[in-house]
């Protein structure tokens, strides 16, 4: 079985594709989408630091986000290369719709171990929908070296993704860790149908 059939039956089980029209339309507006995937970088390292923070005590999550934090922040400098290479301006960051409806959804209250889970899950769909949208860069866009790039990232973000929701059912029961995670996946599913399409944005 190739990566790519693997994934899809295994790992991505959104329950909302990517309107196919997203690609067309970031392909249009590369440079917006190239800074606003930095930040995406940017962000996913400092949520793991965040995460770090809060759970000193638990071993396996520190000795399992460190790398991750590098390799997050690695794939920064990786777009950042990208985006001078082809004399782009950085800029600064834009109003993160998608994520901020996410964070809407987080479970407020509870146990330690209910908030990380919330939070482990948070960043494993925000992992899955970045590695839905790289996949779709990495087939249609016609920037060769930029088709690499996005396949290369794609397949780490899947990692990324197995390795927050096995966290999650070692540190909290697996049976409500997969009936929370079938909330998200629909919850995510019903913002992405009421946002506006926008090629401007990596989500």
């Given at each position: 079985?190739?990566?790519?059939?693997?994934?899809?039956?295994?790992m991505l089980h959104l329950k909302?594709?990517?309107?196919?029209?997203?690609?067309?339309?970031?392909?249009?507006?590369?440079?917006?989408?190239?800074?606003?995937?930095?930040?995406?970088?940017?962000?996913?390292?400092?949520?793991?630091?965040?995460?770090?923070?809060?759970?000193?005590?638990?071993?396996?999550?520190?000795?399992?986000?460190?790398?991750?934090?590098?390799?997050?922040?690695?794939?920064?400098?990786?777009?950042?290369?990208?985006?001078?290479?082809?004399?782009?301006?950085?800029?600064?960051?834009?109003?993160?719709?998608?994520?901020?409806?996410?964070?809407?959804?987080?479970?407020?209250?509870?146990?330690?171990?209910?908030?990380?889970?919330?939070?482990?899950?948070?960043?494993?769909?925000?992992?899955?929908?970045?590695?839905?949208?790289?996949?779709?860069?990495?087939?249609?866009?016609?920037?060769?070296?930029?088709?690499?790039?996005?396949?290369?990232?794609?397949?780490?973000e899947a990692g990324h993704y197995?390795?927050?929701?096995?966290?999650?059912?070692?540190?909290?029961?697996?049976?409500?860790?997969?009936?929370?995670?079938?909330?998200?996946?629909?919850?995510?599913?019903?913002?992405?149908?009421?946002?506006?399409?926008?090629?401007?944005?990596?989500?």
């Amino acid at each position: 079985m190739s990566w790519e059939e693997s994934t899809r039956q295994k790992m991505l089980h959104l329950k909302l594709p990517t309107d196919p029209r997203w690609v067309g339309i970031a392909e249009m507006q590369i440079e917006d989408i190239l800074v606003d995937h930095a930040y995406c970088e940017q962000k996913a390292a400092s949520s793991c630091i965040s995460l770090i923070l809060r759970y000193p005590d638990l071993d396996e999550l520190v000795d399992t986000l460190t790398p991750i934090v590098a390799e997050e922040w690695g794939h920064f400098e990786r777009v950042m290369e990208q985006l001078r290479k082809r004399n782009m301006k950085f800029g600064f960051p834009r109003k993160d719709e998608y994520v901020i409806k996410l964070n809407g959804f987080v479970k407020k209250g509870g146990s330690r171990k209910q908030q990380l889970t919330e939070h482990l899950l948070l960043n494993a769909l925000i992992e899955a929908r970045s590695c839905e949208r790289f996949k779709l860069l990495s087939k249609h866009i016609q920037d060769e070296e930029l088709k690499k790039f996005y396949y290369e990232l794609m397949i780490s973000e899947a990692g990324h993704y197995v390795t927050f929701i096995e966290m999650a059912r070692k540190f909290h029961d697996p049976e409500y860790v997969n009936q929370r995670w079938q909330e998200w996946l629909d919850y995510e599913a019903s913002i992405l149908k009421e946002m506006e399409l926008r090629g401007d944005r990596m989500h």
